[in-house]
């Protein structure tokens, strides 16, 4: 059969051939070309759908002609037409109990599929590169005073030289990006410009070592020349209104530079560790040593028979020869594939993943998968031994065992299957809905394959036979005697009871973590920075135009609205840690020995005021004072112990880079100024603001919308070019956490799931429980006992479960909240609280799920339950 | 007993010999539905023929393709003499049953 043939089968039919072939492979071939045959003869006369099920339901009939090794026709007694009918029967009675089951499942199922789909999205990231596992990016690994510095930049000569040095390497890209400022962007139809981000400037090797996947342009050449850009997809419809009309265009950046659109190509897949919107050629105004200068991202792609790990022994030596004797520099070749998830470097292009993040989300699914599993277990049992007269029956009328162990097992496969199939409609239609959760699109590759399908129904096929198949073999095994027996005890249910347990167990955990998370995050927003942004709003400045010379009249003009409280210029903002200068400071006093290694704002007047940071010591800068304007700098509290100031007198610091010492004129106590992720550093305030950075301007509450409007006009007199753009700074810190709300999210919903599914189980086991309890509580009744008395009775057990699943769990989850919050410099601690209300609730939930099942029990009439004795 | 055939088995190698040379999978099951109203899954059709086939009460081979099948061969059953001697048995050891049943009941 040729492949077109085999592409235009739908999936059912090859379903239904893969299962004839796998049931039946000596005469597959001679049963396929039966079915084929009358199918093409249904397909006439019922049409396309009828045929493909009677298809299928004739490839399931197959199932008979399985032989064991000795030629024994296993199922020699299945007839699925009666089987199955005997199954729809007992489903459809027991209705409540399928309804049960099924949803219990499909949630379950949808749950760890999203999580699979989730975890196996974020293993993805840059693999959709042809070369992505012989692409490597050139990191530094600045080892300081015992501290490791590991950055994701480099400086554009060493991608270069790398691959000039080593035959082994194919090819090299350099990638610098405008350091977290959006562009300004203007076209023939577009003359006001707009705002953009994802700007980069990369080598005309950049389509030699990365794929792109051009809609226009010749991939080869696009970026050769100066000036030229490629654009995306949605760029070039924002700007040109469609890709081809793109071409040839003039787009202008910053009203600076003018590039010529050479290429347009489809949106970068969203599992990138970078997204670039518009790629503009670094030959633009630059030269080979410009260019090798340059800060930013370098990429080298290793040929196939490279080895890696040789080409980053001989680095250093590499480094020796560039660089002088006593360079502390080391460079080392970093696989792309290990970017987003397994490496914590600083100054990464974008937000990268956290591996211990998806490990506790894999944890999850595990456990959901669980708890779903055991849930249909218990279901099953408990249901089941409703059912055990009727069993008793059919053995006392002859039934094999294997055949009632087939029947059972059969309906406990079509629960599966029927609880597959709803789940994996559910999955399709939520896709939208938890890609809004997790913040980004699910790799959903393969999953409409028919392997994957393959995999999903025989998965369903496994589980259902082993879930339903305890409390078949269980059930098939008793003696019919026994069942009638009126002694017949239950056992001890020492299973079901484990199961319950361990249900309530996994509840804990995931009740627990979802409350650490939470409240850590919650930690994150109510943590005092140290400072006060909540009318902080930020004009970037990242450009050098008109405003940058008229700065002081645009100042001046702006603080006369009484609304606006101060403003401050800033090299960076809190939290821009890919735009701060990092530099050695000593005490004036001191040797080389006592020198601390710093972060630095680079700022002017009024920054400790537009912060709402505090002064503990000293002052803040002064405009009357003239030392001010230069000789004098702000230190936080950490710098201060670290240099050793224990006060204010005769604090002067000395940098390399300054020819005078400086005087330290305030001690500020410290803040946040980088994230939460990592403990607060010393920090150097200078007062001496570039004509580029953020402006931050601090507002009072009232009359907010004329502020802003008069700030806007204010612009314009200013900045004609340019559209004013600004942000409030709470906004931008909030930002900053998107990926840990995402994943607080996704765990909060699935834990959620989890307890419900959980609390299925609960139900049911509660109600094999009571029926079995009925006489006794009757009869208890008939002695006196009050419906309280019964209920505590009954509940009591329950209780117990709950009480030593907690006990058992509690380390583990204790142990793996400890672990997850390790990643957090600032975190909170893990109070006893957190696992008294995840226990409570458990208990709770458990409580009132068992209690109407046990309050109908407690009031039944005895005499109903007695009847029959 | 010795040759022992099933109702179905027996019901399967009758049609085969009604067909003569025609009988392969999906006419076998239409003359039986013709003939009996019986309607056979594939399965337990092809579980029929692969243990007749295996007792040597039919012997089969292959036929030409045809493009209904989807460029399948077909695959044809006939008849052999073990087959139809046990099928002859069958009948008479029916008719001879029959036989005593009906005098039986004549002269009972």
């Not at chain 1, 950046?253 to 050629?281: C, W």
């Not at chain 1, 970093?334 to 989300?361: A, H």
Request: hydrophobic share 40%; aromatic share 12%; charged share 20%.
């Amino acid at each position: 059969m040729d492949n077109s043939q085999k592409n235009g089968r739908s999936l059912l039919r090859r379903l239904s051939f893969g299962l004839i072939e796998w049931l039946s492979p000596e005469i597959a071939e001679n049963v396929k070309g039966d079915l084929e045959e009358m199918y093409y003869r249904r397909l006439k006369r019922r049409g396309k759908l009828m045929a493909e099920i009677f298809l299928f339901w004739e490839s399931i009939t197959c199932l008979k002609l399985v032989r064991n090794r000795k030629g024994m026709y296993l199922f020699q007694f299945f007839d699925p037409n009666i089987h199955f009918k005997m199954s729809w029967r007992v489903l459809i009675k027991n209705r409540s109990y399928t309804l049960i089951n099924v949803a219990g499942l499909s949630i379950g199922l949808i749950a760890s599929l999203f999580i699979f789909l989730y975890v196996k999205t974020e293993h993805t990231y840059d693999q959709y590169h042809d070369q992505s596992h012989n692409i490597y990016r050139v990191v530094y690994d600045l080892t300081e005073r015992n501290e490791k510095l590991p950055w994701a930049i480099s400086k554009g000569k060493w991608a270069r030289m790398i691959s000039k040095e080593y035959a082994q390497v194919e090819g090299y890209v350099n990638i610098t990006p405008t350091w977290g400022s959006k562009s300004l962007l203007k076209s023939e139809t577009i003359t006001d410009g707009l705002y953009e981000n994802g700007f980069v400037w990369a080598d005309p090797t950049l389509t030699s070592v990365f794929d792109f996947q051009f809609l226009a342009g010749n991939p080869e050449t696009v970026l050769d020349d100066p000036n030229t850009i490629i654009i995306s997809k949605s760029i070039a419809i924002k700007y040109f209104g469609d890709v081809n009309s793109a071409m040839g265009k003039t787009l202008n950046r910053d009203n600076e530079t003018d590039y010529k659109v050479t290429g347009v190509y489809e949106q970068m897949p969203s599992n990138s560790h970078f997204h670039a919107e518009l790629i503009a050629s670094l030959m633009t105004g630059t030269t080979q040593e410009d260019r090798d200068k340059f800060w930013g991202y370098g990429y080298v792609l290793l040929n196939e028979n490279a080895d890696p790990l040789a080409v980053n022994e001989s680095l250093p030596s590499l480094v020796k020869a560039h660089m002088p004797e006593n360079s502390l520099l080391k460079i080392w070749l970093q696989p792309l594939e290990d970017i987003y998830l397994k490496s914590e470097l600083m100054y990464e292009f974008e937000p990268v993943g956290n591996l211990t993040t998806t490990r506790l989300l894999s944890g999850v699914g595990v456990f959901i998968l669980l708890i779903a599993c055991f849930n249909f277990i218990n279901l099953s049992t408990a249901y089941g031994s409703r059912r055990i007269k009727e069993i008793g029956i059919k053995k006392v009328l002859g039934a094999y065992r294997s055949n009632l162990v087939k029947q059972l097992v059969l309906e406990s496969i079509i629960i599966t299957t029927v609880a597959m199939v709803v789940a994996s409609i559910g999955t399709y239609l939520l896709i939208p809905f938890v890609e809004s959760l997790a913040g980004k699109s699910l790799d959903l590759t393969g999953i409409l394959e028919y392997r994957f399908l393959l995999l999903v129904f025989g998965l369903a096929f496994l589980l259902g036979i082993l879930a339903g198949g305890y409390p078949a073999f269980y059930l098939a095994s008793l003696k019919p005697k026994k069942i009638f027996d009126k002694g017949h005890s239950r056992g001890k249910n020492l299973l079901r009871k484990s199961l319950t347990v361990f249900q309530f167990a996994m509840s804990i955990t995931l009740i627990i973590g979802s409350l650490v998370i939470y409240k850590q995050l919650r930690y994150f927003q109510e943590k005092d920075m140290g400072m006060e942004p909540d009318q902080a709003l930020v004009i970037p400045l990242d450009y050098s135009d008109n405003l940058g010379k008229n700065y002081r009249a645009f100042r001046e003009e702006l603080l006369r609205n009484p609304s606006i409280n101060s403003m401050s210029m800033m090299s960076n903002l809190p939290g821009e840690l890919i735009r701060m200068w990092t530099g050695d400071v000593r005490p004036a006093n001191g040797t080389e020995e006592d020198a601390v290694r710093t972060k630095v704002f680079t700022t002017d007047y009024d920054f400790v005021r537009t912060l709402g940071l505090t002064i503990t010591e000293g002052r803040d800068f002064s405009r009357h004072i003239v030392s001010d304007s230069s000789l004098s700098v702000l230190i936080n509290k950490t710098a201060a112990h670290r240099l050793g100031f224990a006060d204010l007198e005769n604090a002067f610091i000395s940098v390399k880079q300054k020819e005078h010492d400086l005087r330290v004129i305030g001690i500020v106590e410290d803040f946040h100024f980088a994230s939460l992720h990592s403990e607060i550093e010393p920090l150097v305030i200078y007062n001496n603001p570039g004509p580029k950075g953020k402006l931050v301007v601090s507002l009072s509450t009232e009359n907010l919308t004329s502020t802003l409007e008069y700030i806007g006009d204010t612009w314009k007199n200013y900045e004609p070019d340019r559209p004013l753009e600004t942000f409030f700074l709470n906004e931008y810190f909030n930002q900053k956490y998107t990926n840990e709300r995402n994943s607080m999210n996704l765990i909060i919903s699935f834990t959620v799931l989890a307890v419900f599914i959980a609390c299925l189980g609960l139900f049911g086991l509660a109600t094999y429980v009571m029926h079995g309890r009925l006489k006794e509580v009757g009869i208890r009744k008939v002695f006196g006992a009050s419906v309280v008395r019964l209920f505590t009775l009954l509940a009591s057990e329950f209780v117990l479960l709950v009480l030593l699943a907690f006990v058992l769990i509690s380390p583990l989850a204790y142990y793996l909240a400890d672990l997850w919050l390790t990643d957090f410099a600032y975190r909170i601690s893990i109070d006893f609280w957190i696992f008294g209300v995840a226990v409570l609730f458990v208990l709770l939930l458990a409580l009132a799920t068992v209690s109407y099942k046990s309050l109908y029990v407690a009031k039944t009439n005895p005499t109903k339950v007695l009847a029959d004795e | 007993m010795k040759n022992y055939l099933g109702e179905f088995e027996e019901l399967i190698l009758l049609t085969i010999g009604v067909l003569g040379s025609e009988a392969y999978g999906v006419s076998i099951k239409d003359e039986m539905l013709e003939r009996t109203s019986k309607k056979p899954s594939i399965g337990a059709l092809h579980t029929g023929l692969q243990r007749l086939e295996i007792k040597g009460y039919i012997q089969s081979w292959e036929g030409g393709a045809t493009a209904e099948r989807g460029g399948r061969k077909k695959r044809y059953y006939k008849l052999t003499n073990l087959g139809m001697e046990t099928l002859k048995n069958a009948h008479e050891l029916r008719n001879q049953m029959f036989d005593d049943l009906t005098k039986l009941a004549w002269n009972g």
